[in-house]
């Protein structure tokens, strides 16, 4: 029989017990708790950590990407200073390779790509923008305007009131009276456009009839501007890249307006012996003699004819454009000039120029200028002077004098338009600069970023390009 005292021992030991097992489950409670916070701080930190490892990767691929960019714009210097010329192709630049000379890869982090204008192909295209292959707004007449790709006459008249000097508006045109009246009002420019963007301010212009579908101005036909409404760009899904008239126009081209060496002589100033000195051995006794009527038209001991142009040669004697004779103005092309100028201004270089550009020079349709290209792309010609334009078919005499003025074979202008990459193609950068390569060390006259919305290429379509290795 237990004792009074031990039922209390016993009661109290349990009680002991049961205040030991709770102090133990508190502080094991505790203890886990504390674990709990310390995980999901230690997480916690390590999400920042990741997040701004991450954002420091994105800023160094950014600078990377950049600086890659800007390496293609000095590469694009390096090859126009050394380009060799060649009287046998159009453009020198087509003799050079194009992922070797044009593309930049494995640079410490980041790939360059310096884009020519593709023409709605699936694959983009390599190399460098002549500017004098576009239509040069800032100097191009209302009936050249008129003639690009979904062009209206109101639209030209207006685009010509814009830019030029006065207040007065040609017929369906627009002045300053009008973009006054505006609920945003604003002056017409009345000087010449600075960048294209300009544009939108002129009456009647549009995103849609400025950029097309290519509103990352790429040329390619990218999956976005083959969706009709499902994602931006607007654009009817038919297939086909409707490129605006971006591609095809610019407001900043140049040409030699001479030929190039120290034998060239001016026909309108220089002496009679010296044109005889240069051209005498170089031309036929028949080549000779006509050209000398053309300067001297009342003979050697009268005044002299002042000559707008070359094209005067052939409005003067037709047969200069026909048979062994063409040979005879070919050489008078490639050694003199009327010019006093070393550069001219807007001139349409026919050995770039695409269709669309083509078809806006006097009495050029389009059948006109799909046969010039077919002749320019089958080769077998000095390509240094416009006269090899007398061999396309359709060309005569009379469509070929007022060409003469209005045209060029050469650019001293051209647009580098690079994309830096990283090395994953996760961030780009877009720059374009515009290069002189009449000015000693291929002076760099403007410099900007792009124009567009979107990446121009991506890094699976350098890749199918054959730019990247795989």
């Known amino acids: 029989m237990l004792q009074p005292g031990s039922i209390s021992g016993a009661a109290n030991a349990r009680r002991n017990a049961a205040r030991a097992a709770r102090r133990r489950g508190a502080a094991l409670l505790i203890v886990l708790w504390v674990s709990v916070a310390a995980g999901a701080l230690f997480f916690a930190s390590t999400k920042g950590f990741v997040a701004e490892i991450r954002r420091e990767k994105a800023s160094l691929d950014a600078v990377r990407a950049e600086a890659a960019a800007r390496a293609g714009i000095e590469k694009a210097r390096y090859i126009l200073a050394t380009l060799q010329p060649a009287t046998d192709t159009p453009t020198p630049l087509s003799t050079l390779d194009e992922v070797d000379s044009f ?9 360059y790509f310096l884009l020519d204008e593709a023409s709605g192909d699936p694959a983009p ?13 800032n100097t191009a007449s209302a009936a050249q305007i ?12 207006a685009i010509v009131d814009f830019r030029d000097s006065d207040d007065n508006p040609l017929p369906y045109g627009a002045e300053s009276a009008f973009y006054l009246g505006l609920p945003q009002p604003y002056r017409a420019r ?4 600075t960048n294209l963007s300009e544009l939108l301010l002129v009456r009647g212009m549009t995103p849609a009839i400025l950029y097309g579908e290519d509103r990352n101005l790429n040329g390619i036909l990218d999956p976005n501007e083959n969706d009709g409404a499902q994602s931006f760009p607007p654009d009817n899904p038919d297939g086909i890249l409707d490129r605006g008239l971006y591609p095809f126009i610019t407001i ?31 031309l036929s006794s028949e080549g000779m003699y006509r050209l000398m009527r053309s300067i001297y038209p009342n003979g050697t001991r009268r005044a002299r004819r002042t000559l707008t142009s070359l094209g005067d040669l052939v409005r003067s004697f037709p047969d200069f454009a026909t048979g062994a004779l063409k040979a005879d103005l070919a050489t008078i092309f490639k050694y003199s000039t009327v010019s006093q100028n070393a550069t001219a201004q807007g001139l349409v270089n026919v050995n770039t120029a695409p269709q669309e550009v ?8 389009d059948s006109l200028a799909t046969a010039i290209i077919a002749e320019r792309d089958a080769g077998g010609h000095d390509f240094s002077t416009v006269c090899w334009l007398l061999d396309v078919p ?26 830096g990459m990283s090395a994953d193609g ?8 515009s290069i002189d390569t009449s000015a000693s060390g291929m002076t760099v006259t403007a410099i900007g970023t792009c124009d567009c919305i979107g990446k121009p290429v991506d890094f699976t379509t350098a890749q199918e390009a054959g730019w990247i290795g795989q």
């Open 146 to 157: 008129e003639a690009l790709p979904n062009m209206t006459g109101d639209l030209a008249a």
């Open 358 to 365: 083509l078809r806006t020079l006097p009495s050029v349709d």
């Open 190 to 193: 009345n000087a010449a456009f």
């Open 125 to 137: 295209a390599l190399g460098l923008v002549d500017p004098a292959g576009r239509l040069n707004l």
């Open 426 to 433: 996760a961030v780009s950068s877009r720059i374009w600069a």
């Open 252 to 282: 900043s081209s140049s040409s030699p307006a001479r030929p190039a060496g120290t034998e060239v002589v001016n026909l309108n100033t220089d002496s009679l012996d010296s044109i005889t000195s240069a051209l005498g051995s170089r």
């Open 394 to 419: 359709g060309v005569t005499w009379d469509i070929f004098a007022p060409l003469v003025p209005l045209t060029s074979v050469a650019s001293n202008l051209y647009v580098a338009d690079c994309v």
């Open 103 to 111: 593309a930049g890869t494995d640079l410490e982090g980041a790939h």
